[in-house]
Antibody, heavy 122, light 110 residues
């Protein structure tokens, strides 16, 4: 059974880079035709799609974050990474990684990690 | 990209039916049958209820139903139960090869 686990620093200073890893077990990040996604949720607020990556490495990003975000696959570690540069307080959120229910779609996510809280503060 | 529009809150009594709307534009909801719905309880990750408007993942109760008309998608919960009290989010694929979520709807079971 596929499981996702996010990890990374819980506290990041403003202007620094937020780096998170989503470790995948029970499946491979290089599984043919699957997308992997990152979604975040500020405290008490709604969900925001950050970006998605295809198993081949093709990426798609939220236009509002595109200049600061990088999503990548690490097949050697079977993981998906998220980097967000020049963070601000408004980037404080629970960050989730997730995978769609079937290949070749990135418009829905049915397998989610538990989420990891990241606070941006000096 | 602008968030999809959902009512902030909807309430109903046990056994009743409620409907949550999700309004977008012809560039997202209206342009594609790629609308999804999620249920989220406090402190938990979202749970997928529907994708591609009508596709219900296995294990999701058939008391939930999804539909779409024009630029508005809808989620209906029939036979409302106490455990249905949660936040609900819609999302849609967009013409810019991106995803956009709705602002969320808090469902209260009276």
């Amino acid at each position: 059974q596929l499981q996702l686990q996010e990890s990374g620093p819980g506290l990041v200073k403003p202007s620094e880079t937020l780096s998170l890893t989503c470790s995948v077990s029970g499946g491979s990040v290089s599984s043919s035709n699957f997308y992997w996604g990152w979604i975040r949720q500020p405290p008490g607020k709604g969900l925001e799609w950050i970006g998605s990556i295809f198993y081949s490495g093709t990426t798609y990003y939220n236009p509002s974050l595109k200049s600061r975000v990088t999503v990548s696959l690490d097949t050697s570690k079977n993981s998906v990474s998220l980097k967000l540069n020049s963070v601000i307080v408004a980037d404080t959120a629970v960050y989730y990684c997730a995978r769609p229910p079937r290949p070749s779609i990135f418009d829905a996510f049915d397998i989610w990690g538990q989420g990891t809280m990241v606070t941006v503060s000096s | 990209q602008s968030a999809l529009t959902q009512p902030a809150s909807v309430s109903g009594s046990p056994g009743q039916s409620i409907t949550i709307s999700c309004t977008g534009t012809s560039s997202d909801v209206g342009g594609y049958n790629y609308v999804s719905w999620y249920q989220q309880h406090p402190g938990k990750a979202p749970k997928l209820l529907f994708y591609d408007v009508y596709n219900r993942p296995s294990g999701v109760s058939d008391r939930f139903s999804g539909s779409k008309s024009g630029n508005t998608a809808s989620l209906t919960i029939s036979g409302l139960q106490a455990e249905d009290g949660a936040d609900y989010y819609c999302s849609s694929y967009t013409s810019s090869y991106t995803l956009v979520f709705g602002g969320g709807t808090k469902v209260t079971v009276l």
